[in-house]
């Protein structure tokens, strides 16, 4: 099992930019791939984009363009990040980061979470 860790939500004005952390912790951590998930009041959870063990990223179509996923590698820990733009009031959400075992598209198989961090942008 691994542990999640998000960090970086905050509130922002239509426009802006908000850069989330994931940090990745545990035993076999290198061996899982990430994504980015959110979720809106009275909305299902929706992915947002992932990264495998390759840094292949993926993304959805509602944010390609404007996200960036990345990762790097710290002592015993892998840090993910999603860099977001041109954020919009759609954006408003809990985001969560979660990891699967690795796979080349990383958009299923999610079992481990973290415990979120909130995004509000105002119009």
């Known amino acids: 099992q691994v542990q999640l860790v998000e960090s970086g939500g905050g509130s922002v004005q239509a426009g802006g930019s908000l850069r989330l952390s994931c940090v990745i912790s545990?035993?076999?951590?290198?061996?899982?791939?990430v994504g980015w998930f959110r979720q809106a009041p009275g909305k299902q959870r929706e992915w947002v984009s992932s990264?495998?063990?390759?840094?292949?990223?993926?993304?959805a179509e509602s944010v390609r363009g404007r996200f960036t996923i990345s990762k790097d590698n710290a002592e015993n820990t892998l840090n993910v990040y999603m860099s977001m733009d041109s954020l919009n009031a759609e954006d408003t959400a809990m985001y969560y980061c979660?990891?699967?075992?690795?796979?080349?598209?990383?958009?299923?198989?999610?079992?481990?979470w973290g415990q979120g961090t909130q995004v509000t942008v105002s119009s």
């Open positions: 990264i495998n063990t390759d840094g292949r990223t993926t993304y």
């Open positions: 545990g035993r076999t951590y290198w061996t899982y791939c």
């Open positions: 979660a990891a699967a075992p690795n796979r080349p598209d990383c958009t299923s198989g999610f079992s481990q």
